[in-house]
């Protein structure tokens, strides 16, 4: 009786260990981010390039951090660049759409997140600011930078990382 007490305490600590480690690894924002991220988007654009970075654009919170990323979805749409828009907190899809037009809306680089999956799945992500998701080559995320009033290089940062990207990405470069 004693040995059978024994395994029995032995075997329920490391299950109850091993169930512990396995949620800490696949409960990280940056994983949860990817897999929500896999579920919604290509792996590449039409002409086969990954993202370099995504830009989580709320539509409703600070205000002058909102528009300064609206501007890079009305910039970098028309450019085709690689990376992906998503358009989150809507409170209305017509007057996203009327804000920005049809043909960037229904861009397959813009994901108009009627759910809110991205904020119900990544619940620490600060629903007020716009941010910005940084990958690497491979598709994984690195890094997460959000654009506010106390991070006013975050902006420069993106067409620093953008420019340097797809530089990189240039036959003869």
């Not at 949620?23 to 579920?39: E, N």
Request: proline share 8%.
């Amino acid at each position: 009786m004693k040995y059978l007490l024994i395994v029995w305490i032995v075997l329920s600590a490391s299950a109850c260990k091993n169930a512990t480690e396995t949620k800490t690894v696949a409960a990280t924002p940056m994983r949860v981010f990817k897999q929500t991220v896999d579920s919604v988007f290509a792996s590449t654009d039409a002409n086969g390039r990954q993202p370099v970075a995504y830009i989580i654009l709320p539509n409703s919170g600070c205000g002058g951090c909102i528009s300064s990323a609206e501007q890079l979805l009305t910039e970098y749409g028309k450019k085709k660049l690689p990376l992906r828009f998503i358009l989150t907190n809507i409170n209305s899809f017509k007057e996203v759409k009327n804000n920005f037009g049809d043909s960037v809306v229904s861009s397959p680089a813009v994901y108009p997140d009627h759910d809110n999956i991205f904020y119900l799945k990544n619940p620490s992500f600060d629903q007020i600011y716009p941010a910005i998701v940084y990958v690497d080559k491979t598709g994984e995320p690195v890094r997460m930078e959000y654009i506010n009033p106390g991070n006013p290089e975050a902006i420069p940062h993106l067409h620093k990382y953008v420019d340097s990207a797809t530089a990189s990405a240039k036959p003869g470069m």
